[in-house]
T-cell receptor, first 113, second 109 residues
Framework: NAGVTQTPKFQVLKTGQSMTLQCAQD?????MSWYRQDPGMGLRLIHY???????DQGEVPNGYNVSRSTTEDFPLRLLSAAPSQTSVYFC????????????FGPGTRLTVT | GQNIDQPTEMTATEGAIVQINCTYQ??????LFWYQQHAGEAPTFLSY????GLEEKGRFSSFLSRSKGYSYLLLKELQMKDSASYLC??????????FGSGTRLQVQP
């Protein structure tokens, strides 16, 4: 199993540009989520999904869109990048049943200039 | 809602024992995770407690008291590689795990 994969690993955007961060998992997990982590700070939940076709907002959803058309993929779209979105983005997946650990992808380091 | 309280930073000496405390409040509590995160890396799973008591896993142990809303992570025989952030993560009914900033542990020679 590859686990949770994310692409790209690094990205530089100009203010106003849009882009999609890709996330895929091969563990057949229903639950997937996106977090951002600013330097020296904790992870903050952006959006999450409990299954294909179902998404919900987390703590900091503004400026981001998600969709879940398949169990495996959960892309995160930045609509119009702003410098405040400079961060490391982690995708994660887990079983929806309680008590199962959450697996994280390696992260995407995004800089918006 | 959810509230997690852990010390921001701790320092300990190589070979020593350190205990990282966590108090929490969360609705619909199921259990509690501890994760480790090295700088620049993704968090990795350490332990999960659902029942009261101590769970031991090698050099790491985790304790839970549901009635007190309290947990701790005990690290024995500290090694330099244990320098990392340790995240106390209560699992509430919503299934979306909320991570705080955690406790940054610095192990010194």
């Amino acid at each position: 199993n590859a686990g949770v994969t994310q692409t790209p690993k690094f990205q530089v955007l100009k203010t106003g540009q849009s882009m999609t961060l890709q996330c895929a998992q091969d563990m057949n997990h229903e639950y997937m989520s996106w977090y951002r982590q600013d330097p020296g700070m904790g992870l903050r939940l952006i959006h999450y999904s409990v299954g294909a076709g179902i998404t919900d907002q987390g703590e900091v959803p503004n400026g981001y869109n998600v969709s879940r058309s398949t169990t495996e993929d959960f892309p995160l779209r930045l609509l119009s990048a702003a410098p405040s979105q400079t961060s490391v983005y982690f995708c994660a997946s887990r079983e929806t049943r309680g008590g199962y650990e959450q697996y994280f992808g390696p992260g995407t380091r995004l800089t918006v200039t | 809602g959810q509230n997690i309280d852990q010390p921001t930073e701790m320092t300990a000496t190589e070979g020593a024992i350190v205990q990282i405390n966590c108090t929490y409040q969360t609705s619909g509590f199921n259990g509690l995770f501890w994760y480790q995160q090295h700088a620049g890396e993704a968090p990795t799973f350490l332990s999960y407690n659902v029942l009261d008591g101590l769970e031991e896993k090698g050099r790491f142990s985790s304790f839970l008291s549901r009635s007190k809303g309290y947990s701790y992570l005990l690290l024995k025989e500290l090694q330099m590689k244990d320098s990392a952030s340790y995240l106390c993560v209560p699992e509430g009914g919503r299934r979306a795990l909320t991570f705080g900033s955690g406790t940054r542990l610095q192990v010194q020679p």
